[in-house]
């Protein structure tokens, strides 16, 4: 893995938004795979202001969302799909046409997520994966377990997943769905890079043990470590346990 530390955040988000418009350059069709949380908001208004500045063209630039929340629609308040809107979507010039994503209001969630397993495909895999990490040591929605599931999936969330995302949902984590789907660690281990971006104290603990520790399905991040070219890009804090 390439380890990359920064004294702030800021500095994380400007480093990793510079890394995607490289990427692009690099290859103007590139298949970007997008995660969605706190952490990766700063990177997009990063790239936002990179694009209004004429410095990264995303108008052949294809994109995987990672997850999206189940029974909810794609203009719900709290969908990963109107984060995306709004952060990202919204400010670039991405054609609607090579946005992908989950829909958690499909009458079938199974053949949902096959769908999107082959239409990953069909885009000729993921070129770089953009990922956050859970607090939980969660990649996507793949939360620790006993077993975690290679391809796309549904998925029972956490407690402290629907916690961490309760602000979504008015705060109340009653409002949170409790079924959310997501690519799995197999679909994500077949990007060709993989970008994961932690920050603050909170992360320091499974950003340590993701590097360091054993290979885990109780910690889904540490599979990280089968992958040939993974980059971290963190803060101080994030960092502090390596
Ligand atoms: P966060 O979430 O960026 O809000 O901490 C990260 C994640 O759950 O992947």
Partial sequence: MDILVFDTADEVAAAVAG???????????????????????????????????GHVNFARVTT????????ITPGHPGSFRTFMDRHLFSEVN????????????????????????TAVDAAGGIGLQLLGIGSNGHIGFNEPGTELVTRTHRVHLAASTR???A??????????????????MGTILGAGTIVLIATGERKAQCVGSAVQGP????????????????????????????
Avoid: K, W
């Avoid at 949902?169 to 409790?178: E, L, S």
């Fill in 167 to 184: 602000a979504l949902f008015g705060g109340d984590i009653a409002n949170v769905p409790a079924e959310a789907l997501s690519m799995g």
């Fill in 19 to 53: 890394r995607i418009v490289d990427a692009v350059a690099a290859r103007p069709d590139v298949v970007l795979g997008l995660p969605t949380g706190r952490t990766p908001i700063a990177t997009y208004r990063a790239l936002r202001r990179l694009h209004h500045a």
């Fill in 94 to 117: 991405l054609a609607p046409g090579r946005i992908h994503f989950l829909d958690g209001a499909a009458p079938d969630l199974d053949a949902e997520c096959v769908r999107y397993e």
């Fill in 163 to 165: 916690r961490d995302n």
């Fill in 64 to 71: 995987f969302n990672l997850d999206e929340f189940a029974g």
């Fill in 215 to 242: 290979l885990t399905t109780q910690l889904p991040a540490s599979f990280l470590q089968l992958h040939r070219h993974v980059e971290l890009y963190l803060d101080r804090p994030a960092a502090s346990r390596l």
